[in-house]
C-alpha cells in the first residue's frame, strides 16, 4: 500500500495573495512555522522552518516553484520521531517526502489550495508519522484561511 495524502481548502482571497501567504517566511511565520520560517519558497532554495512542537528549525528542500500555481518541496521523513537534523545532514537510514502545494484560481475569486504528500516507506513507523503530516497540513490549511479571512492566528499558544 502507498502511504500518501491530500488535503484541501477554499480560501476566500485571490490566489496571488495566497500563493505570496505561503511562500514568504514572514507570513508564514505569522500563521503556521510557530517557531518562524527563514527563507522564500523558491525553486532550489534550501529554508528551515521551525515549529514549537518539533523544537530546532530543519531543512524544507524546494524542488520546484510556479508562482501562483505550485509550490513542491521535500523535507525528512521522520518516521514517528521528530526530525533529526542536527547539522542539518540527514544519515543513511533518512529519506524524504514530497510535499506539493496547488493553487487553483475559482470563479468565484476564491481560491483552492490543495497539498499532497508522498514518498513514506511502508512501515508502521512510516504510517503513524503521514497521518500526523496529514493532520499538520489540514491545520495548516485552517489557519491560512482564519489568518487571511479574518487575521487570527489559530496556532497562537496551542503547543506551548
Known amino acids: ?46 529554508v528551515r522552518w521551525d515549529f514549537a512542537d518539533f523544537p530546532g528549525a530543519f531543512p524544507v528542500y524546494v524542488t520546484e516553484v510556479v508562482k ?38 475559482l470563479d468565484d475569486g476564491r481560491t483552492l489550495v490543495e497539498i499532497a504528500e508522498e514518498g513514506w516507506r511502508e512501515n508502521q513507523d ?3 508519522a503521514s497521518y500526523g503530516n496529514c493532520q499538520g497540513w489540514a491545520q495548516m490549511l485552517c489557519a491560512l484561511k482564519a489568518w487571511l479571512e479574518h487575521g487570527i492566528n489559530l496556532r497562537e499558544g496551542m503547543y506551548v
Do not use: C, H
Open 126 to 128: 512510516a504510517l503513524k
Open 1 to 46: 500500500m502507498e502511504l500518501k495524502f491530500r488535503v484541501a481548502a477554499r480560501i476566500a482571497k485571490p490566489v496571488a495573495e495566497v500563493f505570496e501567504a505561503v511562500a514568504d517566511p514572514k507570513s508564514l511565520s505569522e500563521y503556521f512555522t510557530t517557531g518562524g520560517a527563514e527563507g522564500r519558497l523558491e525553486t532550489g532554495a534550501t
Open 68 to 105: 501562483d500555481e505550485r509550490i513542491v518541496l521535500e523535507w525528512q521523513a521522520s518516521e514517528g520521531e521528530p526530525p533529526n537534523v542536527e547539522g542539518g545532514e540527514m544519515t543513511d537510514s533518512d529519506y524524504r517526502t514530497r510535499v506539493t502545494m496547488s493553487f487553483k484560481s
